[in-house]
């Protein structure tokens, strides 16, 4: 008899998980998130913030490091163009990074104080893994994204991707691209306008 029932609660557990786990198109747990505003990161800090904070700015989502060849003139665009745009909207939104070269090796305070030495006025958040297994949600998002000029893996610090007032991102540039340069700008200043 207790054969006999573990027998028809294991056939009933397998039918619950088999009908649990097929899901319906639309189904609410089957959906990906649809903008950055759903996720929720840590600052600098260690304090939990959610990124709907953010709905209404336009934002420049990049992987940051502070050994890198590229850190000095971006560090320095993102700081021009923070200071320009930032009362018309506009937010960058910084994750350190340690995937390439291990040129974050830092702890968050040493970060922290680095970008305090540069004159750093926006958000910095604490270090996250932006490609492999480790790989933070977020990042998990921008590089599996449906459009395919957006998806991919990270490049190298300093990827930057443009996301509009709704959350939505709207394009991706190359690490060797600098914060200051026409092509982001013009789409900066586009995303503002809308």
């Known amino acids: 008899m207790f054969k006999l029932m573990s027998l028809v609660g294991l056939m ?4 619950t998980l088999s009908s649990s786990d ?12 649809d903008s950055i505003h759903e996720f929720s990161v840590k ?12 709905k209404g700015k336009v934002l420049l989502v990049v992987n940051v490091a502070s050994r890198c060849g590229l850190t000095t003139s971006n560090y320095d665009g993102l700081n021009q163009i923070h200071a320009k745009y ?11 990074a340690n995937n390439f070269g291990g040129q974050e090796p830092g702890s968050n305070s040493e970060i922290k104080e680095f970008c305090e030495g540069k004159g750093v006025a926006f958000p910095v958040f604490a270090k996250v893994s932006v490609k492999g297994d480790d ?15 957006i998806a991919g893996e990270i490049a190298w610090n ?13 394009a991706k540039f190359g690490p060797r ?8 700008v013009e789409a900066i200043e586009k995303a503002l306008a809308q």
Do not use: M, W
């Open 135 to 149: 790989q933070c949600p977020l990042y998990r998002y921008l590089t599996t994204h449906s459009d395919e000029k």
């Open 43 to 54: 600052d600098i800090n260690g304090k939990d913030i959610t990124l709907s904070k953010y």
């Open 12 to 15: 009933l557990g397998i039918s």
């Open 22 to 33: 097929r899901r319906v198109e639309g189904d609410e747990q089957s959906k990906g998130p």
């Open 177 to 184: 691209t600098n914060p200051t340069d026409k092509e982001l």
């Open 158 to 170: 300093f990827q930057k991707y443009l996301v509009d007032r709704n959350g939505r991102v709207i």
């Open 86 to 96: 930032k009362d018309k909207g506009l937010e960058i939104l910084a994750f350190p």
